[in-house]
């Protein structure tokens, strides 16, 4: 039985929480894998309703649990995930870009990932203000930059794409901080023979998502660029709709979707689930791999064939020119369950 903590969020969050739950509790039932869900608050509602946007007893929660999965949340988005990520030294942030069929790709053969340092860079929130100057503190250590470095070739290794990891950076004009993170990655590259190595400056890797994505398979790049560079990326395979995040440390993991809380649309019940329920099959990835779970692994493998297979029908949420709403939607991958 494997506990999960869940934040419902806000803005379409609580919609996209109940597609999880929906999800993980046909698995219970039907897979084989056994699930304790238990839904907490954080994020603006829980702001309003605490006067805290993290409240205490959701942290404990989410630190007694096995893993967590965490809705959209909205204004208060820094407070909730940012400090969540580095409380719990969840340094490597994944995303996942990947083409699906009759969604608006550029291409039908993009399948790369993006490794990104999740802990340091500006954005430790290190700022001041005098006399009509602000100032931020962009924080790059050798240390983190080496763990999220070997993390993204062990990424590499695993696939089964071109074996490659592209180091992105800018340190041709950051020539401290971008110039020790490619330093740090080209010293770690050396214990990989296996793995192609090559960098590019981070302009022209934006440039390149566009022209080429194709050529990418793991981009390894630091916190502010890989933020930036995953929603790119998610826009190249169709939308944010179709963008799975996972958040994880050496202990615990955190799983989300790229995308916000989409208020314009909330309510409605026309969002795309799929970001969050392909979040659910990197959940089952990660729990499978730490506790040599082979039902873990084999019903995540299950997830993503069912998502590839609705979508392969033509079926789309409202939100993307389908006519599903998002419980039609969430049922027929159920189904195919």
Known sequence: ?????????????????????????TIHDKLGVKFNIEKLYAGDMALAKFGKALPD?????????????KAPVGESAADVIVVLRRMLDLYANIRPAKSYPHMPALKDNIDLV?????????YTGQEFE????????????????????????????????????????KSNVMRKTDGLFSKVC???????????????????????????????????????????LSDESAEVVGGLGMAPAANIGDNFALFEPVHGAAFDIAGKGIANPSSFILSAKMMLEWLGTKHNDKKCLDVAQKIERAVFDVVKSGAKTRDIGGDKTTKEFTKEIISLL
């Open 1 to 25: 039985m494997y506990n999960i903590s869940l934040i419902t969020g806000d803005g379409i969050g609580p919609e996209l929480s109940e597609s999880a739950i929906a999800l993980l509790d």
């Open 57 to 69: 007893e959701t942290l404990d929660s989410i630190k007694k649990s096995d893993a967590c999965m």
């Open 114 to 122: 993006i490794v990104r340092e999740n802990t340091e860079d500006l």
């Open 130 to 169: 005098m006399e009509g100057v602000a100032v931020a503190f962009r924080i790059i250590s050798e240390a983190a930059s080496k763990k999220i470095a070997k993390y993204a070739f062990e990424t590499a290794r695993q696939r089964n794409q071109k074996k490659k990891v592209t180091c992105v950076h």
């Open 186 to 228: 080209t010293s770690v590259a050396k214990e990989y023979p296996d793995i192609q190595f090559d960098q590019m400056y981070v302009d022209a890797c934006a440039m390149n998502l566009i022209r080429k994505p194709e050529s990418f398979d793991v981009i390894v790049t630091t916190n502010l660029y890989g933020d930036i």
